[in-house]
């Protein structure tokens, strides 16, 4: 006897993606705004002039990727549950790539699910990190390998939150908007080797570009189950590198950066890509003072670190490699040799 639970539905979870001056967000029931430190001293008074709720609780949690672990996203939760927030309740991340993260995975977990937005306050965010739905923390193990795709009900990009961005960090959200261009946008990156990004227009213009590219590979591939993968391209490198760090020695955009190098010396190694694209890769990544090279102290180490990844299976690792600028390519047999020659910069 079989007794089938259809599940057969049609859910529609798309949202808005508005890139603008912040308008006034009114809310009819209880709202939380996560943030962390940094961010509220600089920014949260404006906020709040702008959000009206019956009631307004604001979270903060300590900065920085070494607190996007369990005890932070607990902390997050006694907090809604002391302010007694139930399934209509909305939280608001607002923040860069790890406020957003950990707030969609309370979001996610908090009563079995209750809306969401991001207003991300770094590059790195408005263009990767809160498109999307991926949501997640970090353990001992490695990045983001606890977590959930949950989408939020809308995203609000204002660059007027760059203008407090410290230098590092705009770099490390250029490297994003670099790893996107080389894989899907031979236009783009061309357009990127010649913009001056420090321009208002022109971050305007990359962050839009950046969003496009994405949303579409999110529209055709939510859960990353295939083609979403190229959004990886220098990720499973540059996980393992924060991984060694602790998290602390590189930002994420940084990490990426050297990853993508890693990422083009295997690709140069396995033919698919010509040494000068590499190199004009490269040059572009440094003309934002991007890292491009690390120097680990175990490489096998380093390499069987990939086989924590989530993109791992079967014993088996998927890279995503450039075989021109604009076009990429899967590979999941790459031999040993050649990843470690890649990740020793040979």
């Not at 809310?27 to 962390?36: L, P, Q, R």
């Not at 939760?77 to 002391?82: A, P, Q, S, V």
Request: glycine share 6%; charged share 25%; hydrophobic share 40%.
């Amino acid at each position: 006897m079989t007794i089938t639970v259809n599940l057969q539905k049609h859910i529609n979870d798309s949202y808005g993606i508005h890139m603008q001056e912040l308008a006034p967000l009114a809310f009819s029931e209880k709202v939380a705004i996560i943030t962390n430190p940094t961010v509220a001293d600089l920014h949260l008074e404006k906020l709040l002039k702008l959000v009206t709720a019956p009631s307004v609780k604001v979270v903060k949690i300590p900065d920085g990727e070494a607190y996007k672990t369990l005890e932070t996203i607990e902390t997050i939760l006694n907090e809604l549950f002391e302010q007694r927030l139930d399934r209509r309740s909305t939280l608001i991340a607002f923040g860069g790539g790890v406020v957003g993260d950990m707030t969609g995975f309370c979001a996610s977990i908090y009563q079995r699910g209750i809306n969401f937005v991001q207003i991300p306050t770094t590059l790195l965010a408005m263009v990767d990190a809160s498109v999307g739905g991926k949501t997640g923390i970090d353990n001992k193990f490695g990045k983001n390998l606890i977590g959930s795709f949950y989408q939020p009900k809308a995203v609000y990009i204002d660059p007027f939150w760059l203008s407090t961005l410290p230098d590092r960090e705009f770099g490390a959200g250029v490297a994003e908007i670099i790893k996107i261009a080389v894989t899907l946008d031979e236009e783009f990156f061309c357009w990127l080797e010649s913009a001056d990004l420090k321009n208002h227009e022109a971050i305007k213009e990359a962050i839009a570009r950046s969003i496009e590219l994405k949303a579409d590979i999110v529209a055709q591939d939510e859960k990353e189950s295939g083609l979403r993968q190229v959004l990886n391209y220098g990720h499973t490198f540059a996980h393992v590198i924060e991984l060694e760090g602790n998290y602390t020695e590189f930002l994420h955009g940084e990490s990426v950066a050297i990853g993508m190098v890693m990422a083009n010396n295997l690709a140069v190694n396995t033919g698919s890509l010509s040494h000068k694209d590499a190199a004009r890769i490269k040059h572009l990544l440094e003309k934002y003072d991007l890292p491009t090279s690390f120097s680990t102290s175990d490489p096998e180490q380093f390499y069987d670190s990939f086989f924590l990844d989530k993109k791992s299976h079967s014993g088996k690792i998927t890279f995503v490699l450039p075989r021109t600028i604009g076009d990429y390519v899967f590979v999941d047999d790459a031999k040993k040799e050649w990843v470690l020659e890649a990740i020793k910069g040979e």
